[in-house]
Structures are given as C-alpha cells and as structure tokens.
C-alpha cells in the first residue's frame, strides 16, 4: 500500500474567504478613489484659473498691449498648454482679464 503524503496548500473554503474579503474591500475602496480623483481635478480647475489669469498679465506686459487675449492666442503662443481645466471644462477669458468656468459661473475671484 502507498501512503498518501499531505499536500501543502489552501482549501476551497479559505479561498472562498479570502475572495469575499477582497471582493468587499474593493466595493469600499473604488468608489472612494474614483471621488478623490474628481476633487483633485476639480481643485486642479481652480488653480489652472490662476494660471489663466498670470498668463493674461503675463502676455498683456510682453506685448506691450491692454487688448485682451482670446485663449486661442495664449495656447498659440505658448503661454498656456491648453484651452481647458483638467477636468475638461472649457475656460473663458472675461474682458478683464478674469478666468471663468461659464458651466458654473465660477471665476478665480470666487475661489
């Protein structure tokens, strides 16, 4: 007769455990990750706002101009990477030289 060595190893019941433990870490995890990285986009909006805004200055003072720079003209020139907020919402330029978000009205003075 053989005899039957023992086997290292998990049974199906602890991996099943370990499954479910995992499975519900995840379902408290994810949803909270996912919030954390619209509030670091959301705060990344306002402080592209101010840059917008430096940039405005910046441009008026290499130019030696008071016309007001369409965001078009800042991103062709350089002065801006691009013509929205990290998020993705598109920024405007007012006639004073302000940065806004017309989806939520939301200027740099606010901020």
């Known amino acids: 007769m053989m ?43 306002g402080a592209y706002l101010k840059t917008v805004e430096a940039q405005v200055q910046l441009y008026l003072i290499d130019n030696n101009t008071s016309a007001i720079p369409t965001l078009a003209t800042l991103v062709s020139e350089g002065y801006l990477p691009s013509e929205t907020c990290p998020n993705g919402e598109v920024i405007t330029i007012q006639a004073n030289g302000s940065a806004t978000i017309p989806s939520r009205f939301t200027s740099l003075r606010s901020l």
């Not at 909270?32 to 986009?41: F, I, Q, R, S, Y």
């Open 3 to 45: 005899k039957r060595t023992k086997q290292a190893g998990f049974t199906l019941t602890e991996m099943m455990v370990v499954i479910a433990i995992v499975g519900i870490l995840l379902i408290v995890v994810i949803p909270n990750a996912v919030g954390v990285l619209d509030t670091a986009k959301d705060q990344g909006c």
